[in-house]
């Protein structure tokens, strides 16, 4: 099972950061944060991963509340090709696979 | 560096027949996962393999489905005897360190 909590579907305006929020509360010291995304009917592609620190890539940040429970991912400026299910995952280390929640439903607005 | 390919991009089998899919990792990659997606649902795991092992299959059915990971050659996930209820997408991920990369994924209908 998931141990992460999402909410089923968000929209954001075209141009606007979308504030992507995460739950979870049970997660254990050795345990990372990965968000990855599913755009229709494509594989899942990896966005950002992160275990204590906040994490900026090329796509997007990542925000760790100080006591872990909660994270937020940030499209800074989002565009209608975001449009997609996004995940919240956490996962142990590299040899553990990855289970995938419900996610939340992003659509991105004109 | 190609992604992770998987072919076929779709599949039609009737009831009763095999299918096999088929999933080439990127270039250095020696783990593969697959995952199943049911039309409108989420993404199931279904099995982990390294190169000749099997780390955790607990995600897939007891029966029919099979895979494996030859120290050459694609990794193949297979399902004998295939019934409507495994008509899904099929996604196959490759990965080295701490990202999974996905293929594109094998679309099985069955008729």
């Known amino acids: 099972d998931a141990k992460t909590t999402q909410p089923p579907s968000m929209d954001c305006a075209e141009g606007r950061a979308a504030n992507l929020p995460c739950n979870h509360s049970?997660?254990?010291?050795?345990?990372?944060v990965y968000w990855y995304r599913q755009i229709h009917s494509q594989g899942p592609q990896y966005i950002i991963h992160g275990l204590k620190n906040n994490e900026t890539n090329e796509m997007a940040s990542l925000i760790i509340t100080e006591d872990r429970k909660s994270s937020t991912l940030i499209l800074p400026h989002a565009t209608l090709r975001d449009t997609a299910v996004y995940y919240c995952?956490?996962?142990?280390?590299?040899?553990?696979?990855?289970?995938f929640g419900k996610g939340t439903r992003l659509h991105i607005l004109p | 560096n190609a992604g992770v390919m998987q072919n076929p991009r779709h599949l039609v089998r009737r009831r009763g027949q095999e299918a096999r899919l088929r999933c080439s990792p990127m270039?250095?990659?020696?783990?593969v996962y697959w995952y199943r997606q049911l039309p409108e649902e989420g993404l199931k795991f279904m099995v982990y393999?390294?190169?000749?092992?099997?780390?955790?299959e607990s995600g897939m059915p007891k029966e029919r489905f099979s895979a494996e990971f030859p120290k050459e050659g694609p990794s193949i996930l297979r399902i004998q005897q295939v019934v409507r209820g495994d008509s899904a997408a099929y996604f196959c991920?490759?990965?080295?360190?701490?990202?999974?990369?996905f293929g594109s994924g094998t679309q099985l209908s069955v008729l």
């Open positions: 270039k250095g990659h020696s783990h």
């Open positions: 995952i956490v996962r142990v280390d590299r040899d553990d696979k990855i289970i």
């Open positions: 393999l390294q190169k000749e092992n099997i780390i955790d």
């Open positions: 049970t997660i254990s010291g050795n345990e990372y």
């Open positions: 991920a490759s990965s080295r360190d701490e990202k999974l990369f």
